[in-house]
Nanobody
Framework: QVQLVESGGGLVQPGGSLRLSCVAS????????MAWYRQAPGKQRELVAD?????HYADSVKERFTISRDDDKSTLYLQMNSLRPEDTAVYYC???????????WGQGTQVTVSS
């Protein structure tokens, strides 16, 4: 099993930046891939970016967000630049483990973009 704890959310003005962190603990050597998802009020949870052998981004965040991971620290990051009001959501860290391919989730961190 893996435990995921996010941090770094908050209130930021449009055009600002935030960096989210997700610290993994437990059987981290079994992690195959990690990702950031988000869920805005009244909307379904959506994939923001994932990182395994390669990285992928949602079209809405390309060129603005960067996903990275530091395996020595068992930490996943999401650098978010040029934030927009439509980026407002709860952001969740996700990890997929081998060999079960089970998805683990963090508790989420709120990001609010508003003037």
């Amino acid at each position: 099993q893996v435990q995921l704890v996010e941090s770094g959310g908050g209130l930021v003005q449009p055009g600002g930046s935030l960096r989210l962190s997700c610290v993994a603990s437990g059987t981290v050597l079994s992690i195959f891939s990690m990702a950031w998802y988000r869920q805005a009020p009244g909307k379904q949870r959506e994939l923001v970016a994932d990182i395994g052998g390669t990285t992928h981004y949602a079209d809405s965040v390309k060129e603005r967000f960067t996903i990275s991971r530091d395996d020595d620290k068992s930490t996943l990051y999401l650098q978010m630049n040029s934030l927009r009001p439509e980026d407002t959501a709860v952001y969740y860290c996700n990890a997929v483990l081998r060999p079960s391919w089970y998805h683990y989730w963090g508790q989420g961190t709120q990001v609010t973009v508003s003037s």
